[in-house]
């Protein structure tokens, strides 16, 4: 005899179910501007051209020429952080408060490509599809912790701590834009569900998830411009497990 599922467990399947709903609105509500950004996309890399015979060579793209002059003058370089105080008034506190979350944005924009490279893409599908996504996400790294870092006094003796931050980062994503998605709204305000699908192998699921839901989880997904590219090749394109990460504003 099945047991009968707890009150929690049901409360999370309802809520689960909402999730899927609004990801299956979503793609009905879209499907038409995917449709029509995948027309744009083909005509900017002038696919059409391969069937066509050698007395329309002479044709230009004036798409291609478009974007490629419109994306380097949209986003020409990387911008310069500038973090200031409201009132400047004498509080040497926050001047020195604004002056380390200036030279960590600044650090965190020029050290590493992922932010400049993102936003090159973005203002590409922006002046394609009609829009650019950014995910920009939180990650610590934390090490084993140590007992001869924890301050303690005479009576009671040093325990280490199970773990402890090394360092932490906020990497800034690019978001495919048929990858991304959220709840069907009249204006952003009204938006409380975003989301993403993250195409991740079993050793990325394993170090994220666990080893047990690695398991679990099917391998059987690839992102639809991969396949069309590899539909003639002679291997098969590598199998993945598609994971939505989702972000919910109401909970």
């Not at 995948?38 to 015979?53: A, G, P, T, V």
């Not at 979350?101 to 993102?118: A, N, V, W």
Request: negative net charge.
């Amino acid at each position: 005899m099945a047991k009968k599922p707890t009150k929690a467990a049901s409360a999370e399947a309802v809520r689960l179910q909402g999730y899927l709903d609004a990801i299956a609105k979503y793609e009905r509500e879209y499907k038409k501007w995917e449709e029509r950004s995948k027309k744009i996309l083909e005509r900017y890399r002038d696919e059409s051209r391969q069937n066509e015979s050698e007395r329309n060579a002479a044709k230009f793209n004036i798409l291609w020429s478009n974007v490629q002059t419109l994306v380097p003058a949209t986003f020409a370089r990387v911008p310069q952080p500038d973090v200031s105080r409201r009132f400047r008034d004498q509080d040497p506190v926050g001047r020195v408060a604004a002056l380390l979350l200036e030279r960590g944005l600044e650090f965190e924009t020029q050290h590493y490509p992922d932010y400049r490279d993102t936003m090159v893409q973005c203002v590409h599908d922006r002046f394609l599809g009609g829009r650019g996504t950014a995910w920009v996400r939180y990650e610590p790294h934390f090490k084993p912790g140590q007992a001869d870092e924890v301050q303690v006094t005479e009576d009671v003796e040093a325990e280490a701590p199970e773990e402890q931050l090394d360092y932490e980062c906020a990497p800034v994503d690019y978001v495919h834009w048929k990858d991304f998605g959220h709840s069907v709204a009249r204006t952003w305000e009204e938006v409380t569900l975003v989301w993403r699908k993250v195409y991740m192998s079993e050793s990325a699921v394993e170090e994220r998830f666990g080893e047990e839901i690695a398991k679990k989880i099917p391998y059987d997904s690839t992102p639809e411009d991969l396949k069309s590219a590899n539909r003639n090749a002679q291997s098969d394109v590598k199998q993945q497990a598609c994971v939505f990460e989702l972000w919910d504003k109401e909970t």
